[in-house]
């Protein structure tokens, strides 16, 4: 990070810099009003000029309007977007361009996936915003049940397509409880992944705990780790596959395993192997394969501390995700912070994530993650 960006970014979180020692800013003069806002345009510009396709277009930033909501700081680099609302950074990934997230309000949200329009639910978006005339022109529309449940209506798509992100492509199909087989808030991690695993310069085996359709085992195989795959569910490892054959990586070294997660890493380590890095995504509550039960709230303290049995002797990092709600981007830095900073050193990076809203410029939570680096 440059010393400009640092700077910014350090004012932005309510600190102010002089040399070298971070001294608390409660009431920002025009001095760093004016700053903030000529290095968002200046950036901007510098975006534009370099990336014409990512770039944001120019907004009415107005002297009136330093509330710092929705700040904006660009890593070159990782193509991420940092949002600040006077709290940490959201991660968002801006590298989509087969899906969009076009409007969001009234407990819905309007998306492009590929040449497709879908309207589906979203209990964030809790906002009343008006909806344009383009909702009524969703090719496919998830309606809620008042019984529970709820079903995919007027439905004008094939039964699978595909979309891609760089050189990944994901099959997607319509599912039950409103799902398409990807979260696309992901993509900030799977740059993660790729970023990290390419600069490690030594072979990287990883472990991808409730790995779902597989995005972050492709991410992780495209950036040359060997892989292994572990999901409960036999169809979401067959799709799995599927999007390893669709995105080119089928003869990748990835072991697809169809097991319950806390019974796989038991094996794993009384087998003696280890990984270097460690992804899950766990569900808020979930049953395995035989019934095994697994509660967060309940299961993610002990899961985590079993988890260190599987890292090697030279553990790069370990990213969890969560979209159970209530539990904050603090919290898990509190578990990583206690399970794997306390004893492999290393520091965590706890924050949202988030999908920029084309219709408001503004950016809708979706998750968290956590990352820790050793």
Same mark, same amino acid.
């Given at each position: 990070m440059s010393g400009k960006i640092r700077k910014c970014f350090l004012i932005l979180?309510?600190? $102010?810099?002089?040399?070298?020692?971070?001294?608390?800013?409660?009431?920002?003069?025009?001095?760093?009003?004016?700053?903030?806002?000529?290095?968002?345009?200046?950036? $901007?510009?510098?975006?534009?000029?370099?990336?014409?396709?990512?770039?944001?277009?120019?907004?009415?930033?107005?002297?009136?309007?330093?509330?710092?909501?929705?700040?904006?700081?660009?890593?070159?680099?990782?193509?991420?977007?940092?949002?600040?609302?006077?709290?940490?950074?959201?991660?968002?990934?801006?590298?989509?361009?087969?899906?969009?997230?076009?409007?969001?309000?009234?407990?819905?949200?309007?998306?492009?996936?590929?040449?497709?329009?879908?309207?589906?639910?979203?209990?964030?978006a809790i906002w009343q915003t008006e909806k344009g005339g383009e909702w009524e022109k969703a090719d496919a529309v998830y309606r809620?049940?008042?019984?529970?449940?709820?079903?995919?209506?007027?439905?004008?798509?094939?039964?699978?397509?595909?979309?891609?992100?760089?050189?990944?492509?994901? $099959?997607?199909?319509?599912? $039950?409880?409103?799902h398409t087989g990807i979260f696309p808030e992901q993509a900030a991690n799977w740059d993660f992944i790729v970023e990290t695993v390419r600069g490690a310069g030594r072979p990287v085996r990883v472990l991808n705990l409730f790995?779902?359709?597989?995005?972050?085992?492709?991410?992780?195989?495209?950036?040359?780790?060997?892989?292994?795959?572990?999901d409960a569910a036999k169809g979401m490892v067959a799709w799995a596959k599927e999007n390893a054959a669709a995105s080119g990586l089928a003869d990748r070294p990835i072991r697809w395993i169809v097991d319950d997660c806390r019974k796989f890493v038991e094996k794993e380590i009384r087998r003696g192997k280890t990984y270097d890095a460690v992804i899950m995504d766990p569900p808020s509550y979930g049953r395995g394969p035989s019934g095994e039960v697994w509660k967060l709230e309940d299961s993610l303290w002990d899961f985590l501390q079993l988890c260190c049995g599987v890292l090697s002797d030279q553990p790069l990092f370990v990213l969890i995700s969560s979209y159970t709600a209530g539990l904050s981007p603090s919290v898990l830095t509190y578990l990583s912070e206690t399970v794997f900073s306390r004893r492999y050193g290393g520091s965590s990076d706890c924050r949202e994530l988030g999908l920029p809203v084309t219709k408001s410029g503004l950016v809708l939570p979706c998750g968290a993650a956590c990352r820790w680096l050793a």
């Open positions: 979180h309510g600190w $102010n810099v002089k040399g070298g020692f971070p001294s608390p800013l409660h009431n920002p003069p025009m001095l760093v009003e004016t700053l903030f806002f000529e290095f968002l345009d200046s950036l $901007n510009r510098a975006e534009r000029k370099l990336r014409p396709e990512c770039a944001f277009p120019p907004r009415p930033y107005t002297k009136n309007s330093f509330a710092l909501r929705y700040a904006l700081c660009y890593t070159l680099k990782s193509h991420e977007l940092c949002v600040f609302d006077g709290g940490p950074a959201m991660w968002v990934s801006r590298q989509w361009k087969d899906y969009e997230l076009l409007d969001c309000s009234g407990g819905e949200k309007l998306e492009r996936w590929g040449s497709y329009i879908l309207r589906r639910p979203d209990p964030q809620r049940s008042e019984s529970g449940g709820g079903r995919w209506t007027k439905s004008a798509v094939p039964a699978s397509w595909r979309v891609g992100l760089g050189e990944l492509t994901f $099959n997607v199909k319509l599912m $039950n409880f409103k790995a779902y359709t597989g995005a972050a085992t492709l991410a992780a195989a495209a950036a040359g780790a060997s892989v292994c795959h572990v």
